[in-house]
């Protein structure tokens, strides 16, 4: 088990090269994306159900804050993700990822481009279902998927239902949130 789980690791960590050699080799963008994805969801949902879930709402042990220096907190789910986006930022241009939402908490969350904001109206209106398409910005073109990002246990709900910026007051855990948007340079 302790091998599987290094090996995992380092995949994940190589996700950048990854990427470019599988889009190199022909593997369809769209089964790139959705390897990404299954990666990253997994990972946020490890870390919001057995991290956050269980210490903040389970056994009331610590709080989670997007102040979580200042507060002595846990780190958001939400920022957390974002952390690692950062960091394949900067270690590849192959790839991108962002969570985003048609009612961002933090406006910088909303969507950037017209395809952005179609494909979280298409999982708002399909929570079962993944938008795909190609659109073109600074003159090259990308492979974008957005993934439904569903509110998966009660710490997701009561944070945003509970935050003073939070443009809804009424979310309920299953329903989508946002979106997990994976944008891939085609070649």
Known sequence: MKRKSFLMAGLALGLGAATAAAAADGLPYQRVADMLYRVMSADREVYTRMVVQRLTVDEKIITASEHFGDDAALPLPAQM????????????????????????INRKNGPGTPLEKEGLEFVLDNPDETFYGEEELGGERYFTAVYPDHAVVEACVVCHNNHKDSPRTDLEVGEVMGGVVIRIVMD
């Open 81 to 104: 993700f974002r952390f690692g986006a950062e960091m394949v930022m900067d270690e590849t241009e192959d790839f991108s990822y962002a969570l985003l939402s048609l009612d961002p």
